[in-house]
Structures are given as structure tokens and as C-alpha cells.
């Protein structure tokens, strides 16, 4: 499976999409591609700095479920305040990872923040959409769905 990140060609994705967080440990997690947010957001609880510019965080990477909880410890990026498509503000960790989508893997400053009420466990920002996408609003999973023995741990939600 080649790696097409540096393809001049920009890839069309549907509004939603599956993908992976390598650095993360999650290999697939169902993601919203929202070109009306500057940044990605992750679900994550249990958020505790660490010495030297360190989060370690816990990821739920289903809707709606605890399965296949991932901790991570990753370096902090920045801190950001961040206001929401409801108009609150607060102040977020932001870590930089990767996100391999449409078998592309781009680098993304990505906000760590509770996502339980969301319909989906993480938003893919315009700026990650800036390397390589173009948004389909009308198209879903147009880079592919996950394996069925992983949709099946995600039974409940559509696929």
C-alpha cells in the first residue's frame, strides 16, 4: 500500500471519513471532515500534564463506547483557546500527529477536548484538509470503509 501524500492530485473525501492516528496507537476511527474548523479535535479524558511538556490523555476511539480505550503520552504542541461551534470558549492542549487518511498520512495540530456529547470522536480541520483534500459534502467513506470486523465493534453507529 504506497503511501500517496505527496501527490499533486488532490484526493476527494466525503464529509465523513475512517481513518487512522499512527502516532496514537488508534488505527481507525471514524472522523468528520469540517472545513468550517481551523483545527482537528480529539476526544480525550483523563488529560494530565506531565514535566517537560508532556500530556498523557486516554482515547475512546467509538462513539458511544468504551472499547479499544488507547492512553497516550505525546509532547504538547501548544495551547490554544478555542471557541466552539456553540460559542463557548476554552483553553486546549494541542498536540501535532498524524492522520492517515485515503492512504495519505498528513501531519495535524490537532486540540485534545471532551467529544462524548459529539456525534463523532474527531474533527479533521481545514488546515490538515489543506495538504492534499478536497471535501465531497453529498459523499461519505469515498477513501474507503474500515474492515467489517471493525465496523461490526462499532455495531449501532452507522458505517
Do not use: C
Amino acid at each position: 500500500m504506497a503511501d500517496e501524500t505527496k501527490t499533486a492530485e488532490p484526493f476527494v473525501a466525503g464529509w465523513r471519513e475512517w481513518a487512522g492516528l499512527p502516532g496514537l496507537g488508534v488505527p481507525y476511527i471514524k472522523v468528520k471532515l469540517d472545513t468550517g474548523a481551523r483545527s482537528s479535535a480529539l476526544h480525550a479524558f483523563d488529560l494530565e500534564e506531565l514535566p517537560g511538556d508532556r500530556v498523557r490523555f486516554s482515547v475512546h476511539p467509538w462513539q458511544e463506547s468504551e472499547a479499544d480505550a488507547v492512553t497516550v503520552e505525546h509532547a504538547i504542541h501548544d495551547r490554544r483557546v478555542v471557541r466552539s461551534s456553540s460559542g463557548h470558549t476554552e483553553e486546549r492542549i494541542v498536540i501535532l500527529t498524524e492522520i492517515r487518511l485515503a492512504k495519505r498520512t498528513i501531519q495535524a495540530e490537532t486540540t485534545l477536548s471532551n467529544r462524548t456529547q459529539m456525534g463523532f470522536r474527531m474533527l479533521v480541520g481545514r488546515e490538515a484538509l489543506r495538504q492534499g483534500f478536497l471535501v465531497d459534502p453529498a459523499g461519505s467513506f469515498l477513501a474507503g470503509r474500515a474492515p467489517r470486523e471493525v465496523r461490526r465493534r462499532n455495531r449501532g453507529r452507522t458505517a
